[in-house]
């Protein structure tokens, strides 16, 4: 029997590279996990189609007990395949581009924005009426990379959130009150929870790359 070196191990990245990425460090799983998701939002609307459309009163109604557990299935249920459709390529890049910074990292910032957006909504919703949609969360998700980058004082990522904006920046005119039938109140609700989420885990980062500066004896830049 004999013995071979070991191949050096590849150093693991730095707190401040791991905060400033701009892609998924592994984008096949994360492309796998957003196109599971999205299949996931099509066999819904599927049953709901299937049961005449009964789903779409589960979604948040404001200021009533029963309507609260809304706040937990309105953003996988849409009223209907083109409501879900505008919402696709929405939820499919920017919950993509979220995953930056890993998968646990992009649950805890989802799930922020999916009970902020649904508790604004439930607070100052108008009465009886039943809010659904992923476009809650896609607003989360937009917002939270759009300020990353400042948080993290990361060219890179100002960079995408500049490409962001030219290509999307027309659907923030959706957080102010405007077309009937239209939640902006879970597009800005959204949003706030997006901004929270981003700056609590620049704090977060920021923190731990301290505690790591302090122990090595390195300082970042």
Known sequence: MSSLPMPPTPPAPTPTGQRKRILPAQPKAAALVMLSF???????????VALGGRMNGEGVVPRTLSGLDGVVWAPLLHANWSHLAANTVPVLVFGFLAMATGL?????????????????????????????GASGLAFGWLAYLLV????????????????LLALWGGTLWGLLPGADGISWQAHL????????????????DRSRAGKVAKATGSLEA
């Open 38 to 48: 999205t299949a996931l939002l099509y066999v819904i609307e599927l049953v709901d």
């Open 104 to 132: 646990a990292r992009w649950i805890v910032v989802t799930a922020l924005i999916w009970v902020i957006s649904g508790l604004g909504v439930w607070l100052t919703g108008p009465a009886g009426t039943s809010t659904i």
């Open 148 to 163: 990353r980058g400042l948080f993290n004082r990361a060219v890179g990522q100002l960079v995408v959130a500049a490409v």
């Open 189 to 204: 609700f959204g949003a706030f929870g997006g901004i929270l989420a981003a700056w609590l885990a620049a704090r977060a």
